[in-house]
């Protein structure tokens, strides 16, 4: 079988292409964007078996003797040596650890703050009166206040940490990941000290003394759970945020039903994770021995990459799954992932995403697109799936 090469392109509008390789089997032979090549997995039924397959491994350390020569340059620093880059029994270890903090009882007494957060920046936009471009407004900002808040991360930090995540994300070249990546990790060793001297009623305090049965994170481990903590806590859910509204502005008839009725907010939440997969291709895995799926073998050692977003789209799984639908019966998305990695943020985000949209639209009675949708461009990253802008026309 052919080896199909991804170009940026293909990322502006994927289906059709997901589609067509759905039909020829669940798993292809690809190149990515970035020149890496391996295996992509678009067929919901793999896809959910994939994700929770132990011959499939997460081990960052044991990747990289695979890795290609200047690729995947993010994966080659200490701090990708989190528990979402891991195996058990390590990561079971890590996992245990930071659980409980993540608990949907935990995260529901985080309710009152993210209501604040989400009404002062709701204040900013009406004040403003007229366009504003909803992602910088509110889709970042949001959700990256709530996980700083919560880890404990001042305010006047948070565009740099927004800065570092991007280089990271972006697949950055070699040069300007390293100055993010050594920066970074400078401030998280300063702000862990920080939190040794004066520990505050935050994650990150709790973490630097948390123990479980006697197991401490080590000054590494701590530095990259934070590390992790945030980017996974703002890099998705500004996603999230900004394709909910934009779907729904292009659906004004769901828009109208859930206008009509915020009880369907939770099931909108969950089909707004579907339709959207803020998550495109799930982290890279590689075989540790040879995987059949379908008509083809993975050979151990190449990579396997998970269409989150061609997964939540397959139509055997999801009836018209293009149509948005917010009464769809709830769950069964991939947009969490599956399996031990499932997302240990999951509550936050759903929680997040409630009330954000709920509030948005109690705020602004009419909400309509500034420009026309065929001018909205999406992030190439293929790790994320999300737009770059959101130009709205928001009044009262
Ligand atoms: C893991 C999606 C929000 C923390 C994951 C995975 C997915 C995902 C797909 C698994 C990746 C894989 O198996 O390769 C999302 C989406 C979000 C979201 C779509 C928002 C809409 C958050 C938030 C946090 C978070 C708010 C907050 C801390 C994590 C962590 C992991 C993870 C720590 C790794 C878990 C592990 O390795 O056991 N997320 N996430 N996520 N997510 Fe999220």
């Known amino acids: ?161 927004r800065d570092w995540s991007r280089a990271f994300i972006s697949g950055a070249p070699i040069e300007p990941l390293m100055v993010a990546v050594d920066e970074q990790t400078a401030y998280l060793h300063e702000l862990i000290a920080a939190k040794r001297v004066t520990p505050g009623e935050d994650l990150l305090s709790d973490l630097v003394h948390v123990t479980d049965d006697g197991d401490r994170l080590s000054e590494d481990e701590l530095v990259a759970m934070a590390f992790l903590l945030l980017i996974a806590g703002h890099e998705t859910t500004v996603n999230l945020l900004a394709t909910a509204v934009y779907s729904l502005l292009l659906n004004p008839k769901q828009e109208e039903l859930l206008r009509g009725d915020p009880s369907l ?61 917010i009464t769809r019966p709830m769950g069964g998305h991939l947009a969490f992932g599956h399996g031990i990695h499932y997302c240990l943020g999951a509550p936050l985000a759903r929680l997040e995403g409630e009330i954000a949209i709920g509030r948005l639209l109690a705020r602004f009675p009419s909400l309509r697109l500034a420009v026309d949708p065929s001018e909205l461009r999406w992030r190439t990253s293929t790790l994320v799936h999300g737009l770059r802008q959101l130009p709205v026309i928001a009044s009262t």
């Open 1 to 161: 079988m052919d080896e199909v090469e991804l170009d940026k392109a293909w990322i502006q509008n994927p289906w059709p292409r997901y589609e067509e390789m759905r039909k020829q089997g669940p798993a292809r032979r690809v190149v990515m964007p970035d020149g890496v090549p391996g295996w992509l997995i678009t067929d919901y039924a793999e896809a959910r078996s994939l994700l929770d397959d132990r011959r499939l491994s997460k081990d960052v350390r044991r990747a990289r003797q695979f890795f290609p020569p200047g690729k995947l340059n993010a994966y080659r620093t200490r701090l990708s040596e989190h528990m979402l880059n891991d195996d058990p029994p390590n990561h079971t270890r890590l996992r245990k650890l930071v659980n409980k903090a993540f608990t949907s009882r935990a995260v529901s007494r985080l309710r009152p703050q993210i209501e604040r957060i989400t009404d002062d920046l709701l204040d900013g936009i009406e004040a403003s009166d007229g366009e504003v471009e909803l992602i910088e407004a509110f889709a970042f900002p949001l959700p990256i206040a709530v996980i700083s808040e919560l880890l404990g991360v001042p305010h006047a930090d948070r565009d740099r940490i």
């Open 265 to 325: 907010l939770p099931g909108a939440v969950e089909e707004f994770l579907r339709t959207g997969s803020p998550i495109h291709l799930a982290t890279i895995r590689f075989a540790t021995e040879p995987v059949p799926v379908g008509d083809v073998e993975i050979p151990a050692g190449e990579f396997v990459m998970i269409s989150l977003l061609a997964a939540n789209a397959d139509e055997a799984r999801f009836e018209d799954p293009h149509e948005l639908d």
